[in-house]
């Protein structure tokens, strides 16, 4: 507990925590973007024509 | 996503994973360690309720979502989604009798959250090829109606048991499902295959 109270009270510390509050605030920046088609649309054309999926892979034996 | 889209990449998907993973367990495991599989409705909403969860803290954490909500999650978050949801509702139960199970069945669950998006990530690409106009491409996948994987190095879990096992270590060591870095993982899995078919019709792409 003693070097935890005396961890906080280090420069290295300070400064971490000077970072982290920085780059908080620049959380927007750093969100990800995407305009690609949504997939309610890809969805829908499969849907739309009832495509029945014959899809399977095989994991095989451990 | 609303729930009848979700409802549909349950039937074409998620459910038919779930069956093949079931379907893998020989009859005498099924009966001795009483597995079952849980393909209901209920289980559908169950599910859509618990991929909502996971989606929203997604959205809400790494996204900008735009002034009007036009930016929207992709493809191989929703499919990331997915595995994280199955991680926390599983459609396989079986008894636990005390005694050690056998691997088949105590990994049903995590083959369940890998497959799951798998099969979810295929309609997604059959769907893209369709949409570019790339019939070739759309019929090539949709007549090989699976993935390759790449061989691993000498020695090493073949890949996609290498991937189950991973979902297993972490789920049961308590780490968080890293939800961006999965996604990243299924986005180099579609690469790889739209690359051999690509190649196969030697098609020029970026």
């Known amino acids: 507990m003693l070097s935890k109270v005396r961890e906080v009270f280090t420069k290295e510390y300070r400064e971490e925590t000077n970072y982290r509050e920085l780059a908080f605030q620049m959380l927007q920046n750093f969100r990800l973007k995407n305009t690609s088609e949504s997939v309610e649309d890809k ?20 | 996503m609303k729930i009848d889209t979700f409802k549909y990449i349950w039937k074409q998907g998620i459910a038919k994973s779930a069956q093949d993973v079931f379907d893998g367990i020989s009859p005498a495991l099924r009966e001795k360690y009483s597995v079952h599989i849980d393909v209901s409705d209920a289980m559908c909403i169950n599910l859509f309720h618990e991929y909502e969860n996971v989606r929203h803290s997604v959205r809400e954490k790494y996204f900008d979502t735009g002034k009007n909500g036009e930016n929207k999650i992709d493809g191989h978050k929703i499919c990331a989604c997915i595995t994280g949801a199955l991680l926390n509702v599983r459609m396989i139960t079986y008894s636990m009798s005390g005694e050690e199970l056998p691997v088949k069945v105590v990994y049903a669950n995590y083959e369940v959250a890998f497959l799951a998006a798998i099969y979810v990530m295929y309609l997604f690409l059959l769907s893209d090829f369709e949409h570019e106009g790339n019939m070739e491409c759309y019929n090539e996948l949709k007549s090989r109606a699976t993935f390759a994987f790449p061989k691993t190095n000498s020695g090493h879990d073949p890949y996609v048991q290498g991937r189950i096992k991973t979902l297993a270590l972490n789920d049961l060591c308590g780490n968080d499902f890293d939800v961006l870095t999965y996604a990243d993982m299924l986005f180099w899995i579609e690469r790889y295959n739209k690359e051999l078919i690509y190649r196969k019709f030697q098609i020029e792409h970026d």
């Open chain 1, 43 to 62: 969805i829908k054309r499969l849907s739309d024509k009832n495509f029945v999926s014959e899809f399977k892979v095989d994991v095989g034996e451990y």
